[in-house]
């Protein structure tokens, strides 16, 4: 038993031995520098081994230095390691790394070439589409190409916007109406509709802007009649304008209920669109006759009254009247003091309220204060002075005339109490009565009370000195 035991380890022993001398020793590993002294000592220690000890030793020898080549080796590739003759690794001498980890690991070019410049001369890469300052040239179609198709050579493409329905209209047309009710530029409104494809929905454009405008203040009206007129030619024709208006009398029923004056307001649009030439003049009479609607009849019979008195000499193409911003300042000026005469004549408080609003220049209303005080120092009577600040106190209450355009029109005053002094000897003494009620009633402040000028006493007899006249210095 013991003999068969030793026979099969021998046999074992050797062939592991015979393996790993090839693999250790073949290939690019036989350029490593390993040794194997084939005279192996037979004794370790001083103790004699056996034929079959001493093969296991020297494998495990063999191993063991290969494994620690191998960790050498994978650890700095530039420097190689060796095998003395004795087993032993003698390192300094310069190996080639054999190991495949050591390949992987090894960032340098295998091949030995180039200069360290970027590669494909910085055009690839990811996100990269080709070299700095390169400019691409259009490609020439290639007739022989299998999908080349001689009618797509000369094709233009454009773009097509698809037609407005109902819907997308009103939501695309209705914020560029309510913009130029702001800026004014009826230019602006012509290239922003030539860029929707309007189609069917053309005729509609007139009547959607007069809606929007009988809610709208007067001077809105009149922006309204000039984009109409301005549109008419280059965006719409005089057919879509009369679909428009035609829209406009059918729906007036509806509109009466969000506007109680509409079918005057419709009137008045249609004798300005005769007037400006984009409504035929033949227009309201191509309704004599088959009208049923009231509003409608209502509607075309204020339109033939302007018209006719249009030619006595009115002028249709100022009947909105013109924005506050835009009228000059002298006829602000002219319609502030009829607006005070008539109060002082009527005393009505809210309709002088309601012509002030109407006049839309709330930038301008220190001119109505100073206008009221200056007309208040010259009427010299206690009626007008008590009206005026009724007035001012009912505006300042109501806020249509704010505190800053209040202040500035006192100062006004003050700065020009020594002119309006030539013409009414008394001004000083009517203006400090008119500025002490002002704070009683609180129109003013105090600041503003202080800063009233007063004119001092110049006394020619001196009080002190038993009626001496004083001499001039």
């Not at 406009?248 to 079918?263: I, M």
């Not at 009577?381 to 202040?407: A, F, P």
């Not at 700065?415 to 609180?442: H, K, T, W």
Request: hydrophobic letters at 35%; a negative charge.
């Amino acid at each position: 038993m013991a003999t068969d035991c030793e026979a099969w380890l021998n046999a074992n022993f050797v062939a592991e031995v015979e393996d790993l001398s090839d693999s250790f020793l073949s290939g690019d590993e036989d350029n490593a520098g390993l040794v194997v002294n084939k005279n192996f000592k037979n004794e370790i220690n001083g103790n004699l081994l056996s034929s079959s000890s001493n093969s296991m030793h020297e494998a495990r020898l063999k191993a063991k230095a290969k494994r620690r080549l191998r960790k050498n080796s994978s650890r700095d590739s530039g420097r190689g390691d060796s095998l003395s003759d004795n087993g032993d690794v003698v390192s300094g001498t310069s190996v080639t790394p054999s190991s495949p980890k050591s390949k992987l690991l090894d960032r340098k070019s295998r091949l030995g070439k180039g200069r360290g410049l970027p590669k494909k001369g910085g055009a690839g890469g990811k996100g990269v589409w080709g070299r700095s300052g390169e400019v691409y040239e259009l490609e020439e179609v290639d007739q022989k190409d299998p999908n080349y198709d001689e009618a797509q050579e000369n094709c233009v493409y454009e773009t097509v916007v698809p037609p407005l329905d109902e819907r997308d209209f009103e939501k695309t047309v209705t914020p560029i109406v309510q913009e130029y009710f702001e800026h004014g530029d009826t230019n602006e409104v012509a290239e922003l509709l030539a860029e929707l494809n309007l189609g069917p929905m053309q005729s509609k454009v007139p009547s959607l802007a007069v809606s929007l405008a009988l809610e709208a203040k007067a001077s809105h009206r009149e922006l309204t009649s000039r984009l109409l007129a301005d549109l008419c030619g280059p965006v719409l024709s005089r057919s879509d304008m009369e679909k428009s208006f035609d829209k406009l009398l059918l729906e007036l029923p509806d509109l009466v209920l969000d506007t109680p004056g509409a079918p005057q307001l419709v009137g008045q649009f249609i004798a300005r669109a005769v007037s400006d030439q984009i409504l035929s003049k033949s227009y309201i009479d191509g309704y004599k006759g088959r009208v049923d609607c009231p509003y409608t009849r209502v509607s075309l019979d204020r339109a033939a009254v302007l018209l006719k008195m249009s030619m006595g000499g009115l002028r249709i193409d100022n009947q909105w009247g013109t924005g506050g911003g835009q009228r000059p300042v002298i006829q602000l000026i002219k319609e502030m003091n009829l607006l005070l005469k008539e109060y002082i004549l009527s005393g009505d408080t809210k309709e002088a309220e309601k012509c002030l609003k109407d006049l839309e220049v709330p930038h301008f209303h220190h001119e109505f204060v100073y206008e009221a005080i200056v007309m208040m120092l010259e009427s010299k009577g206690e009626k007008t002075l008590k009206m005026v600040l009724q007035l001012l106190k009912s505006l300042s209450v109501s806020c249509v005339i704010n505190i800053d355009q209040m202040r500035r029109g006192y100062e006004r005053v003050y700065m020009d109490i020594a002119e309006i002094n030539i013409d009414v000897p008394r001004a000083y003494f009517i203006l400090e009565q008119c500025v002490d009620q002002s704070f009683s009633m609180g129109i003013i402040d105090v600041k503003l009370r202080d800063l009233c000028p007063c004119r001092g006493r110049k006394r020619f007899v001196s009080e002190g000195d038993g009626g001496v006249v004083k001499l001039e210095s």
